[in-house]
């Protein structure tokens, strides 16, 4: 390899990998950088797809019409994650007023806050706080309420994509699904440690899931001889659980007698229970009920004399904690109007991002 002239670097080549696509997350250099390679990018989105590395701020037209936000103001964007949003509503201040965006994980959040400096918004518009948003008392208690804050409250896709960090059985990693990873105990630890009872509790407070016994007792039943300690492995599990498991009628009926039919139908229940197996565990792990309740109890404290929150929720567990409380603080005065009802993506929304089907937005006003 060639020296450059005048530099004792070598010059290093870009990655190449075998086959049309790459198959390992970190060759996905094109998708890993977005900025040099925008027309990539355009295609994989304009397929519906989010590219591998990167997240697509959902629903940001609403949140901007629900926060009005105004040149002079101080914000909050309380679960920064890729920046999307934090972006758009920058570009709202106009330059003036000053806008925190906080995050616990330390791995995405500095990544994202090169991003955001290299569009040019110095420490003087927008700061980085590691933290967990339930802390936003004490925040506010340093800078001063906010006139407006944002919580989404799904998983960034950098997260889910990247296998190392164990959110999906899609790449094989380990079941660590915290969202800081230097703080806690992984997903496999938390698993070793529950019964069948727990683990049945847990899969349905978490997640609903209709087949907890099942999977309960395959996972016991497995940790006895060997410790779940990959993605892939959970799902085998959750997969040997549901073979014999019978089909819901209503999809006996749609399938008929067919095998070839049956046998789909049976793969498709197995990963939406996995995906359900893996949200109640990060659910779990992450104590992310407890921190969802601290944060909208803190909330009305928060907010300056008519300041505007707007929570993005993606599952029905989520959706229940909010709506309680802005009805609950509304009934006491704290909040003059809150949403009547959710607001869902549109469909051209959700066809250009997989990921926004399941998403509520909620909104609140603090009374003056």
């Not at 450059?4 to 970190?26: D, T, W």
């Not at 933290?131 to 960034?156: H, K, R, T, W, Y």
């Not at 009305?300 to 989520?318: K, N, V």
């Not at 909040?335 to 250009?352: K, L, N, T, W």
Request: with cysteine; charged share 30%.
């Amino acid at each position: 390899m060639e020296e450059k002239a005048g530099n004792n670097e070598r010059h290093q080549r870009r990655v190449h990998y075998s086959g049309k696509y790459p198959r390992r997350f970190e060759e996905k250099y094109k998708e890993l950088n977005p900025d040099q390679y925008g027309a990539e990018i355009q295609h994989v989105m304009a397929k519906g797809n989010t590219p591998a590395g990167m997240h697509i701020p959902i629903m940001v037209k609403e949140i901007l019409d629900i926060l009005a936000i105004q040149p002079g103001e101080r914000g909050f964007d309380a679960t920064l994650g890729y920046g999307g949003h934090t972006l758009a509503m920058l570009e709202k201040l106009q330059g003036q007023g000053h806008l925190i965006g906080g995050d616990v994980d330390p791995i995405e959040s500095k990544k994202t806050e090169a991003r955001i400096r290299a569009k040019g918004f110095g420490p003087e518009l927008w700061e980085l706080r590691n933290m967990n948003f339930c802390q936003i008392d004490e925040l506010a208690a340093e800078v001063g309420p906010f006139d407006f804050i944002l919580a989404d409250l799904g998983v960034s896709s950098m997260q889910i994509d990247n296998p190392e960090r164990g959110f999906t059985y899609k790449n094989d990693g380990p079941l660590d699904l915290r969202l800081n990873p230097e703080v806690g105990i992984s997903a496999a630890e938390r698993l070793a440690g529950l019964d069948k009872a727990s683990l049945i509790g847990m899969l349905i407070e978490n997640a609903d899931e209709p087949y907890a016994d099942s999977i309960a007792k395959q996972i016991v039943n497995t940790q006895k001889r060997q410790p779940i300690k990959t993605t892939r492995q959970l799902h085998e599990v959750v997969a040997k659980a549901l073979q014999r498991v019978k089909l819901p009628s209503e999809v006996q009926e749609r399938v008929g007698y067919s095998t070839k039919k049956q046998e789909a139908a049976r793969d498709e229940l197995i990963k939406k229970s996995s995906a359900r197996v893996f949200q109640a565990l990060r659910i779990d792990v992450n104590h992310e009920y407890e921190v969802l309740y601290e944060f909208m109890e803190k909330l009305p404290g928060a907010l300056a004399p008519g300041g505007r929150a707007a929570i993005l929720t993606f599952h029905s567990g989520e959706d229940r904690i909010v709506k309680k409380a802005f009805k609950a603080f509304h009934q006491l005065g704290e909040y003059s109007d809150i949403a009547a009802d959710v607001i869902r993506p549109g469909r051209e929304e959700c066809y250009q991002n997989s990921r926004a089907h399941s998403t509520k937005l909620r909104w609140a006003i603090k009374a003056q």
